[in-house]
C-alpha cells in the first residue's frame, strides 16, 4: 500500500471513528497502536485527556480520561514479539490497564 493510499484510508477511518463515537456515547475507548491513539487524542481537540496512569515499560499502555470517555491506549499485538495472544492471556500490565480503565469509568482508579 502506497503512502496515498494508507493516509486515504487512515483518514476515512478517523472520520468514520469520530461518527461512531458521537453515535455510540461509549464510556470507554480502547486503541491498539500508536497512530489510532493519536486519532482519539486528537478528537478530544483543545481539550487534552488528563492521563490517569501509563502502564508498563515506557508507558506501553495509558489510561486517560477524556472530557467524554475513558481511552485506554494499547500497544498493537502484532508489533509485540513474544505475546502469547492466541490463548488469551495478555501481560500482566495490559490486565492491570484493562483493570484501571474500567475502574476509571467507577472514578476508582
Known sequence: MGA?????MFKRCSDHLSEEIRVLRPH???T???KPGKTVLDLEGPSKPQLIRPFGKAGKARVLRGS?????IT???AHQPGWKTKNGSLPRFLQNAVKCAA??????C
Not at 4 to 8: D, E, L
Not at 68 to 72: D, S, Y
Open 28 to 30: 470507554l475507548v480502547i
Open 68 to 72: 467524554k470517555f475513558i481511552i485506554l
Open 32 to 34: 491498539q497502536g500508536i
Open 103 to 108: 475502574d476509571a469509568i467507577s472514578e476508582t
Open 4 to 8: 496515498t493510499s494508507g493516509w486515504k
Open 75 to 77: 500497544p498493537h499485538p
